[in-house]
């Protein structure tokens, strides 16, 4: 590597490497950047396969390997990064070509590396970068036809689906009635969540007193006496318990039966043949519903309004119904397809009851 | 004496038609969930075409929705069977980015757990590899046995069998225990017993020499170009390994040497991974010596990690070659763009051209020199 004597330059000050391209590329507009490991370059997509042919073809630079080809989403513009080493001379450098979203191609580098092959093709399935010239641009890790580009910033990732979310909130609520229902002492708070309880209070406590116009000596003293406060409360075992409230299921049952309402809500749904948005409402609703009787604390009707029959209860008192069907039927002198059709009538309105 | 009429095949009148096969992906012959469908001319394999993806998880989309150190689990993901390589690649990117930096016995353990993880990675390859070859269960369950003993000594470490997550940008997680030192000298003892059956077993095996020998050549313009790395790229005769060229860590420190080939055919690549398995050891040895006390995590880290605007491209020398993670930074707690260069991604696009022109049975042997990580390729 030619190593030069240090000139001034605006910064960031180019590379040994970059005045290097500078001195055997004339013309070519070099936008460099301070990178560690690496030196990086900017290039336009116009001088790009000129640039990227110097650099693999030319004695002095001959860049033989192509580390890696990254895609990178800047929201209006895409971008490629070109990640080279020279084994002849040792130099590491990375080229950077932009593209508009709008137009998203960039000539490919795949006649000059073959390991461009592969890396071109996952970058064009994954931010739709076209690689014009590349001989086989299948997707490689998607399948075909996919529709979207999954690692551009315009797709994100799935959003906590409703149920979820509900469950999960559900768990938080249950944990806490029953650290404070029942009598029991509440569970020790985790190294961390005291970490995170200590930092809220140090947040209330400081907020207040900027609220309140003190001083920073005194708002540090408010801010000491709520962490002593905490500290002592937790000595004494009261943090993280609060006032006794009814706790009337455990987190389990209350998880259990907010999946049944679900479950309920959406068959319904579907049984009415609602579209998708529909049936999201719907379900939406039945929650919301629920999440208000329970918030409401008059033993709901819905959720679990009588005990829950075993298995085995069960089977039993459907085996009362039918035999009750049967012999009703029997003694109306049915015949046997009506006998089936009104035992099965008797069955499914059990079941409806049920479920109700 | 009645003479058999047949026909040569080849002979201009016999037509023939070529057949495609498809291999895998639930085929234990591809190391996972890995497919391809070869064209073969009578026993002559005359294309073949990879499919991937059966294992893509968006492992480089999920870290962007992540806490710096929540990312290293992921790394764990990547290549399960170097996973203190990926994780060491990570950490490493994170600190250039930062400037942080990790303490001295942080250092030191990174790299002998990592010189470790590189002999595990080579025994499973060493077992994994001569059942392709032909040499059913010995070798195998000797490469598994001592496998285990350096499994366990990680399970000691880090609490976990596999998904280690224990290095962090600055140092470590926590501490080694108290008997580590004792704890990895007896490791290293049962490598270097077991290393001498292993080579006792495949080194002048008849079945390696006769399967292996100038299967597959690969020139050393050819591997660069097809961006071979690790020990394909070392077969060839080239001396190029990332710990030498691009001294990362601590590894100017410590004396060793590049095993390197000849031939570049898949016999040099299985002899050079026990060649490199030595090497780490002793690199293991000399890093013990110097193991120093003191903190393991670096002064004045936050608890929430916040890397400065800027990009790197952090590059490891792992057991199948250069692993690299491409991270832009943009002041936040989570990274923008987070790329990995997969080893086995990039070695595993040149199976087609090292797998035309040889034969059925042979591109199973190739396929297995590759030592592909389907979760590395797929990601």
């Known amino acids: 590597m030619t190593q030069e004597a240090v000139q001034e330059a605006p910064p960031p000050e180019p590379g040994p490497l970059a005045r290097l391209l500078q001195e055997l590329l004339p013309g070519v507009g070099f936008a460099i950047r301070e990178t560690p490991l690496d030196e990086t370059v900017t290039i336009s997509r116009d001088d790009f396969s000129r640039v990227m042919e110097t650099l693999k073809t030319h004695e002095r630079l001959h860049f033989d390997f192509l580390r890696c080809v990254s895609g990178v989403d800047y929201l209006t513009e895409l971008e490629t990064v070109y990640h080279l080493y020279s084994f002849e001379h040792g130099h590491k450098l990375a080229v950077k070509v932009r593209c508009p979203y709008e137009d998203p191609h960039v000539p490919t580098v795949s006649h000059l590396w073959t390991a461009a092959n592969w890396l071109e093709r996952e970058t064009q399935e994954m931010y739709g970068i076209v690689f014009d010239g590349h001989p086989d641009l299948r997707p490689l890790l998607t399948e075909e036809g996919l529709g979207y580009y999954p690692l551009r910033k315009s797709h994100p990732l799935a959003d906590i689906e409703e149920w979820q979310e ?20 509440p569970p020790p708070m985790s190294k961390v969540e005291i970490a995170q309880a200590k930092a809220k209070l140090m947040k209330e406590a400081r907020d207040k007193a900027r609220a309140d116009g003190l001083s920073p000596e005194d708002e540090k003293a408010a801010v000491r006496a709520a962490i002593d406060k905490f500290n002592a409360d937790l000595e004494s075992g009261q943090a993280g318990g609060g006032a006794a409230a009814p706790a009337p299921m455990s987190k389990v049952e209350l998880a259990q039966a907010k999946a049944k309402v679900i479950t309920k809500a959406r068959n319904e749904a ?10 999201k409402k719907f379900v939406a609703e039945a929650l919301k519903k629920f999440s208000a009787e329970q918030a409401a604390g008059g033993a709901p009707a819905a959720a679990a309004p009588k005990k829950e029959m075993s298995k085995v209860e069960l089977a039993q008192a459907k085996a009362k119904v039918i035999t009750k069907a049967r012999n009703e039927a029997r003694a109306k002198g049915m015949s046997t397809e009506d006998e089936k059709k009104f035992v099965a009538e008797a069955l499914k309105k059990f079941s409806a009851e049920q479920a109700g | 004496m ?22 895998g992906p639930q085929h234990p012959a591809t190391h996972g969930v890995f497919r391809m469908v070869l064209t073969v001319d009578g026993e002559l394999v005359t294309d073949v075409d990879p499919v991937i993806g059966y294992m893509h998880r968006g492992n480089e989309k999920l870290p962007e929705n992540c806490d710096y150190r929540q990312v290293i689990g992921y790394h764990d993901r990547t290549d399960y069977l170097a996973q203190f390589n990926t994780e060491q690649c990570f950490v490493e990117a994170v600190e250039k980015l930062t400037g942080i930096k990790p303490t001295e016995r942080s250092e030191y353990i990174r790299v002998i757990l990592v010189e470790l993880n590189r002999i595990m990675s080579h025994l499973m390859f060493i077992g994994a590899f001569s059942t392709d070859v032909g040499i059913f269960g010995t070798s195998f369950m000797y490469a598994f046995r001592d496998r285990e003993y350096v499994q366990d000594f990680f399970e000691e470490i880090t609490g976990e069998r ?11 997680a926590w501490d080694v225990p108290d008997n580590f030192r004792e ?75 590049i095993p390197t080939g000849k031939d570049g055919d898949v016999y040099d690549r299985v002899i050079i991974r026990l060649e490199e398995m030595k090497q780490s050891v002793r690199i293991v040895e000399q890093a013990l010596a110097g193991l120093p006390g003191g903190p393991i995590m670096a002064e004045g880290m936050k608890r929430t990690l916040r890397v400065p605007e800027g990009e790197v491209y952090m590059r490891v020398e792992g057991p199948r070659g250069e692993y690299g993670v491409y991270i832009v930074g943009t002041g936040t707690d ?36 590759i030592d592909i990580v389907l979760c590395e390729v797929d990601r």
């Open chain 1, 166 to 185: 509900d469950y999960l909130a559900a768990i938080d609520e249950a944990k806490r009635q029953a650290a404070s229902a029942g009598g029991e002492a």
């Open chain 2, 162 to 172: 596999m998904m280690y997550n224990y290095f962090r940008p600055g140092g470590l």
């Open chain 1, 270 to 279: 579907r049984a009415k043949g609602m579209s998708t948005e529909d049936e």
């Open chain 2, 334 to 369: 989570k990274p923008y763009r987070h790329k990995v260069r997969g080893a086995s991604f990039c070695n595993l696009s040149a199976l087609r051209a090292m797998s035309i022109g040889n034969y059925l049975s042979d591109v199973i042997i190739i396929l297995g020199s």
């Open chain 2, 2 to 23: 009645a003479t058999t009429d047949y026909t040569i095949p080849g002979e201009p009148d016999l037509e023939t038609v070529d057949i495609n096969i498809n291999v």
């Open chain 2, 183 to 257: 704890r990895c000298k007896q490791v290293l003892g049962h490598i270097n017993s077991g290393l001498k059956d292993l080579e006792g077993m495949i080194v002048d095996n008849e079945i390696v020499l006769a399967r292996c020998r100038g299967l597959s050549r690969v020139s050393t313009k050819d591997a660069i170009n097809w961006g071979l790395t690790g020990p394909l790229l070392r077969a060839t005769g080239l001396e190029y390994d990332l710990r030498k060229a691009e001294p990362y860590s601590i590894y100017d420190r410590f004396e060793f040497e």
